[in-house]
């Protein structure tokens, strides 16, 4: 038997957490047994489908490498499979239409809590002769769930799990405007995909009974089921797709790397020993669906962060120019080339949690600054430092050799020439290449910003002083 797993999100909303926790273990399960991982997009409810979150989703799992083998596969293109599968039941006597309106619906749920009842349908058309010459009345279509006995199955997570036929509704398969229902598309999808592995969240524990029924009726090949444990946000909620804090996107966004989050995500419900650190290969090697957690899992973003630090510290360079590079692409803003952006990201991102505070804190290495912004900047406009700025600008103009010995030397030449102190200098030099009054080791930030980008804005500030004397 292939193993087949499947990632299937009904795009309503961002790709959170929870949603990338199930995607990442049903690819790991298939990798490590050489199988299938199916991407399967549920658009059938087409009152809540949202058009961006199908890219969102996509861009997503293609951040995080999660390769798919077959799809995306949307099910809005699979509507005559369901029809045809719909109409087949019907013709079997395993479906029936329930014309009930949903106001009597309605009626029916309100009296059964009234009495203290499990709200369902009393199966007032199941059995029913309708014969209906020229009839507008709408109508669902409803699966005969079994009246008796019970679905029993082995959860691979939970181990056995039982269900009373009596408790569980006969499933609407199709609504009344023609499209079919979640559970069944998910049902026929699972059969004709040949999915031999259902692993999600246990928020669905609920449907698999229903599911399997489904299957029995059809003469379909039962899948395993593995349901995991929730996720909780910090205050021990439930995720939602609505809360934009915990989407895949958010984090992206704050500058985290592919490595730190899915091996933050893989924490969220497994575990190998004590181990904290896993590479890509240890988790499809070591990971099993025994070692999934039953518990809640609460989500730490100290955690997080320092798994995207210990990452910043141990990716290859090449790797971390390539995300930073990528990020600072998606933010439209363009490196320069005569800056060594390279340099920079080899001394100091290892100081950083994300590449967000990292690019904030240099982003004077890829934008224009704007003296007039710096505080107290009156405190620097004086005719001595425009002598100071312009002895750097021309011993720096003939500097041949850029490293930091050259550049430490030819500060320390102007720190003698004027008898002043050396942070009288560096702190001249650091507004007027960054803006800031605080910046790493000056020498490094001088070689790294670059000879060009440097003579440009001591000149720029050199007029800058000259024109706030002259005011």
């Known amino acids: 038997m292939k193993i087949t797993t499947r990632f299937s999100p009904s795009p309503t909303g961002f790709l959170h957490i929870g949603g990338v926790r199930t995607a990442l273990y049903s690819w790991l399960f298939a990798r490590k047994y050489g199988g299938s991982f199916i991407l399967r997009i549920e658009d059938t409810d087409i009152q809540r489908i949202k058009k961006d979150s199908v890219t969102d989703i996509l861009f997503g799992l293609k951040y995080l490498g999660l390769s798919w083998d077959k799809g995306p596969i949307y099910q809005s293109d699979r509507l005559k499979i369901y029809q045809d599968i719909i109409l087949f039941m019907l013709k079997k006597k395993i479906a029936y239409k329930c014309y009930c309106s949903q106001k009597r619906l309605e009626k029916l749920r309100k009296k059964q809590i009234l009495n203290k009842k499990k709200p369902k349908y009393d199966k007032k058309c199941r059995n029913a002769l309708f014969i209906f010459k020229k009839s507008n009345i709408p109508y669902v279509i409803r699966f005969k769930n079994p009246d008796k006995g019970f679905v029993t199955f082995k959860d691979m997570v939970r181990g056995n799990i039982r269900f009373s036929n009596e408790e569980l509704d006969d499933l609407i398969l199709q609504r009344s405007n023609g499209t079919p229902t979640y559970n069944f598309c998910v049902v026929v999808d699972d059969w004709k995909?040949?999915?031999?592995?259902?692993?999600?969240?246990?928020?669905?524990?609920?449907?698999?009974?229903?599911?399997?029924?489904?299957?029995?009726?059809?003469?379909?090949?039962?899948?395993?089921?593995?349901?995991?444990?929730?996720?909780?946000?910090?205050?021990?909620?439930?995720?939602?797709?609505?809360?934009?804090?915990?989407?895949?996107?958010?984090?992206?966004?704050?500058?985290?790397?592919?490595?730190?989050?899915?091996?933050?995500?893989?924490?969220?419900?497994?575990?190998?020993?004590?181990?904290?650190?896993?590479?890509?290969?240890?988790?499809?090697?070591?990971?099993?669906?025994?070692?999934?957690?039953?518990?809640?899992?609460?989500?730490?973003?100290?955690?997080?962060?320092?798994?995207?630090?210990?990452?910043?510290?141990?990716?290859?360079?090449?790797?971390?120019?390539?995300?930073?590079?990528?990020?600072?692409?998606?933010?439209?803003?363009?490196?320069?080339?005569?800056?060594?952006?390279?340099?920079?990201?080899?001394?100091?991102?290892?100081?950083?949690?994300?590449?967000?505070?990292?690019?904030?804190?240099?982003?004077?290495?890829?934008?224009?600054?704007?003296?007039?912004?710096?505080?107290?900047?009156?405190?620097?406009?004086?005719?001595?430092?425009?002598?100071?700025?312009?002895?750097?600008?021309?011993?720096?103009?003939?500097?041949?050799?850029?490293?930091?010995?050259?550049?430490?030397?030819?500060?320390?030449?102007?720190?003698?020439?004027?008898?002043?102190?050396?942070q009288d200098v560096a702190i001249l030099l650091r507004i007027g290449i960054s803006g800031k009054k605080n910046t790493p080791n000056i020498s490094s930030i001088i070689l790294y910003i670059g000879k060009d980008k440097l003579l440009f804005r001591i000149n720029n500030f050199i007029e800058y002083i000259k024109y706030y004397l002259n005011k």
């Open 193 to 422: 995909m040949n999915i031999t592995h259902v692993i999600r969240g246990d928020d669905h524990i609920n449907n698999t009974p229903r599911q399997i029924n489904l299957l029995n009726a059809l003469g379909a090949e039962i899948p395993m089921y593995a349901h995991a444990s929730m996720i909780l946000d910090p205050s021990r909620k439930k995720l939602s797709k609505r809360n934009n804090v915990m989407s895949l996107k958010s984090y992206i966004e704050e500058g985290f790397v592919p490595e730190a989050i899915l091996n933050y995500i893989v924490r969220l419900g497994w575990s190998y020993k004590d181990k904290e650190i896993f590479s890509r290969e240890e988790m499809i090697s070591l990971f099993n669906l025994k070692s999934i957690s039953k518990s809640p899992s609460i989500l730490n973003y100290k955690k997080l962060l320092w798994l995207n630090h210990y990452y910043f510290n141990h990716l290859s360079l090449k790797e971390k120019y390539k995300y930073f590079s990528t990020y600072i692409k998606d933010k439209k803003i363009i490196l320069d080339s005569k800056s060594d952006i390279r340099g920079l990201i080899k001394d100091f991102l290892c100081h950083y949690n994300t590449l967000k505070e990292f690019s904030i804190s240099y982003s004077y290495f890829y934008e224009d600054i704007n003296l007039s912004k710096v505080d107290n900047m009156h405190f620097y406009c004086s005719a001595m430092n425009v002598k100071i700025l312009k002895f750097l600008h021309q011993n720096f103009s003939l500097l041949n050799v850029w490293n930091t010995k050259n550049i430490l030397e030819e500060i320390q030449k102007s720190v003698l020439y004027f008898k002043i102190f050396f």
